[in-house]
């Protein structure tokens, strides 16, 4: 670190009581030789030298309060959409289960009622070649409904994934800036 000496803006709060003191930093560098003027920190930042000290001895932790009301804003704002979305989905998910499961059992019966049928029928005829194109697409349908049902499967494997590792960051952040929401607990 290397130290400019120019004229400060203004006293030091060391330099009002006449006296200094030196305290070490916590990260063991000297802030001795920062009494006055302006520091330069890296290639081309150049900040007060009280601003310098201020910042070597504050907490990393610390967070600006601008900071808190923005993230706490944001918190306020994504959670509740969030939890939104999550129900949504969850809705829609449970929907279309139902509606693979009601398929299915079409494709089965109208399968099965087809195959009855087309026994009934003589084997050359029209009737007979209308109802076994119609078992064979009863049983695409059933095939396709259970490539659905795995695909719905897959989908809230890999909610339940994204829930397990989203919860507990929302959950540490409301902790850490004392946000209370009504459908999180």
């Known amino acids: 670190m290397a ?12 330099t009002q009581e006449g006296s200094r003191e030196e305290k ?59 939890e939104r979305v999550r129900y949504i989905e969850d809705e829609t998910a449970r929907n279309l289960e139902t509606a693979v499961e009601v398929v299915e059992h079409v494709a089965e019966v109208t399968e099965k ?27 695409v349908v059933d095939e396709d409904a259970e490539k659905v049902e795995v695909i719905v499967d897959n989908i809230d494997k890999f909610s339940d994934k994204v829930d397990a590792e989203v919860e507990p960051v929302i959950k540490e952040l409301q902790k850490e800036f004392k946000i209370q929401h009504p459908m999180v607990e």
């Not at 130290?3 to 060391?14: A, D, H, R, V």
């Not at 003589?122 to 209308?130: D, V």
């Open 3 to 14: 130290t400019l000496t120019m004229q400060p803006i203004g006293p030091l709060p060391s």
């Open 24 to 82: 070490p930093a916590e990260d063991g560098a000297d802030l001795g030789d920062i009494d006055s003027g302006w520091v330069v920190l890296g290639k081309s930042d150049i900040v007060s030298a009280d601003l310098a000290a201020r910042s070597l001895r504050s907490s990393p932790k610390a967070i600006p309060s601008w900071a808190r009301w923005v993230i706490g804003g944001v918190l306020h704002t994504v959670v509740p959409f969030y």
């Open 113 to 139: 009622l087809a195959s009855n049928v087309a026994g009934k029928f003589p084997e050359n005829g029209c009737l007979h070649k209308a109802v076994e194109k119609i078992e064979y697409i009863a049983e």
